[in-house]
């Protein structure tokens, strides 16, 4: 599923291709991969992110296409904890997208450009970053 968007808003950001199955009908949020509601993020006064609503069933492949300025890389950023939304709510995996540390163990995401050796394959580049990373463990 990729859903095509124009800009992050509720009503563009929730169409999909007329043969995909609409998301609320075949999941809940408890079975959602990630599910938000409301969605929002502002700087300044601008809304980059206004009020999104979208789910994503377990075990699809999902994208965000759109062009600049969209927020696809704001609504990442605040998927993965690493930019606070100023309004609404969403889970990933169950957990909420307040306590990220409950749910990044279990996740992979690519925002923007990914650093790739340009020398290796794909599943080298997958080994030598698997073999560079530092695991981190959530405190009990």
């Known amino acids: 599923m990729i859903a095509t968007l124009g800009r992050m808003t509720p009503s563009r950001a929730t169409s999909l291709p007329n043969n995909s199955p609409s998301p609320s009908r075949t999941t809940s949020p408890d079975s959602a991969a990630v599910s938000v509601a409301g969605l929002t993020k ?46 609404g709510s969403g889970t990933v995996l169950g957990a909420p997208l307040s306590t990220p540390v409950a749910y990044l163990g279990r996740v992979g995401a690519t925002i923007e450009g990914p650093a790739l050796w340009p020398g290796l394959t794909g599943e080298q580049n997958l080994r030598a970053g698997a073999a560079t990373a530092t695991a981190v463990t959530p405190s009990a």
Not at 50 to 79: C, H, Q, W, Y
């Open 42 to 87: 502002t700087y300044g006064g601008n809304a980059v992110v206004d009020r999104l609503s979208f789910e994503i069933p377990r075990g699809v492949v999902a994208g965000f296409v759109g062009p600049n300025g969209a927020g696809k890389t704001t609504t990442m950023a605040m998927l993965l904890g690493l930019v606070r939304p100023t309004g």
